[in-house]
């Protein structure tokens, strides 16, 4: 990938010559180039937030949650006690296996200034001590239906509206559990219960500046002070355990082994609402593990982690038409590469460049072969749909990529000074002022939201990219009950 050092003249009396700069062997970059060109991409991709912004987020967080209890109430359908997984990121991001080609583009900066995705238990099945054995007889790999007869009797008449219904020849009706209608109910209860609270805002409240179905997620813009936040929240079904279908890859050697405990990594799964390319829509669920990936995005150094997050930025706009490649593609093959690679090799500091150029050329090999193991179920190939036509398509405009590595890197950095340049000037026009939460009658900001603006500030600055799993009593929403890994508040 890069070229070695020349060696020095090993005879006596000899003037030794000075080491060539490594290059890349590819496109005769210099490494050193590549790398401050990525450290200067994440100088402007992580931003570092004041007190004032880490208290909008934790406003617009709020006001969720709050929302989210107010569903609740309409019609008991969600669990009363109900957990939920914050992401760093929206859909587009890639933080969870989700397809795109549904999805209303935004953009960060015009659209919005940060992104968070929410997954939000529709049922939960908790009480399981073994291999969780799914319905996967109708379904690609990967993808399951669900029986509401794992469920009681209670649960089934509060949720059969949202069910297709298959009758046996025996007489016996089977419901399963509709990814398409659970995203209807759940868009228009969102939409209901935000139609009350704008009959009677509040100081303080945030601005819902948008409220769009998109597929199966709803996406959510706030705007909060001088901040824009995006929510994608997806209706999940939440499992503790693990899937019987993933248990042989407990089987293998891991990157993670000996660095966190298999029962992090275990804990539990989720369904999301996204279907095969040949399944049935009203019924099939996909398999996920965003819990799990939280728990090891700990294990994966800051240097490919930057390399990543640069490679992301250049796949998001070169491969966006036609929609074949997403970045949760791109989150597997990091995995993959960290099981394939020492230890000791991804931890170096100063080898981002080497990690960019090595992630482009997975992906580019993936192309080619049309083959992208899933990371938790390798015998599921993400890619296996694709025309031979698009993924040489893309395989092309990843060569030019290969090809003038630097020239694309300067494009995502252009880019994301652009957005921030834009966030920039919404700040200038909008509120200087302190923004109370959604619970206060719009007097002084409290001592504790101030305590918790801080804490916030010191977790976003010292955990980029982490998540919270979010504990909530919608009987008592002014209470915040969430951890952000194995921080909790």
């Known amino acids: ?53 880490a208290l909008e987020i934790h406003t617009a967080k709020d006001f969720i949650f709050s929302m989210l209890g107010m569903v609740q109430k309409l019609d008991q359908k969600l669990p009363v006690a109900n957990e939920y997984l914050l992401l760093s990121g929206g859909v587009r991001e890639g933080v969870v ?3 795109l080609d549904e999805l209303n583009v935004y953009a960060r900066g015009t659209d919005y200034d940060m992104d968070f995705t929410l997954l939000v238990p529709a049922l939960k099945l908790h009480d399981r001590n073994q291999p969780v054995t799914l319905d996967m007889r109708h379904s690609a790999l990967c993808h399951s239906w669900l029986s509401l007869r794992l469920f009681d009797e209670g649960t089934i008449s509060k949720w059969k509206d949202c069910c297709t219904i298959v009758d046996h020849i025996n007489g016996a009706t089977n419901y399963f559990f509709s990814p398409t209608k659970v995203a209807d109910w759940f868009y228009d209860s969102i939409s209901i219960v935000l139609s009350e609270i704008q009959k009677k805002p509040q100081r303080g409240m945030p601005k819902v500046e948008k409220v769009e179905k998109n597929g199966t997620i709803i996406s959510i813009i706030l705007g909060v002070g001088s901040s824009r936040m995006l929510y994608d929240i997806v209706p999940v079904v939440s499992f503790k355990g693990w899937p019987a279908v993933a248990q042989s890859w407990l089987m ?68 966006s038409r036609p929609k074949a490649i997403s970045p949760y593609h791109l989150r597997s093959m990091m995995l993959w ?79 994301v000074k652009a957005a921030n340049r834009l966030t920039l000037e919404l700040q200038r026009r909008g509120s200087t002022t302190s923004i109370p939460s959604p619970q206060s009658d719009g007097g002084d900001t409290t001592q504790p939201d101030d305590r918790l603006a801080k ?34 508040f």
């Open 252 to 319: 293998e050697n891991h990157f993670w082994d000996g660095k966190i405990t298999e029962e992090e990594v275990i804990s539990g799964f989720y369904l999301v609402p996204a279907c095969s390319y040949k399944g049935k829509k009203d019924n099939e669920w996909r398999l996920s593990f965003a819990r799990s990936e939280v728990q090891l995005k700990k294990c994966i150094s800051s240097s490919l982690m930057q390399a990543y997050q640069a490679c992301k930025a250049i796949i998001i706009k070169l491969l």
């Open 455 to 488: 804490k916030l500030q010191q977790l976003v600055t010292e955990n980029p990219g982490k998540s919270i799993s979010v504990f909530i009593n919608p009987d008592d929403v002014t209470r915040p009950h969430f951890r952000i890994d194995d921080k909790f």
């Open 337 to 415: 590469a960290c099981d394939r690679l020492p230890a000791s090799y991804l931890a170096q500091e100063d080898y981002a460049a080497h990690f960019l150029l090595g992630l482009i050329d997975d992906l580019q090999h993936c192309l080619v072969n049309k083959m992208c193991p899933n990371y938790f179920i390798p015998q599921c190939n993400m890619l296996e749909h694709l025309s031979e036509e698009t993924v040489m398509l893309h395989a092309r405009k990843l060569s030019s990529v290969r090809s003038d590595p630097a020239e694309h890197l300067r494009t995502a950095i252009e880019h």
């Open 97 to 99: 296996d989700i397809d």
């Open 1 to 53: 990938m890069a070229a070695p050092l020349a060696s020095k003249a090993g005879s006596a009396g000899t003037t030794s010559k000075p080491p060539f700069p490594e290059l890349d062997f590819r496109s005769g970059a210099r490494v050193e180039e590549l790398n401050k060109l990525i450290q200067e991409f994440t100088k402007h991709d992580q931003r570092e937030y004041d007190d004032q912004r």
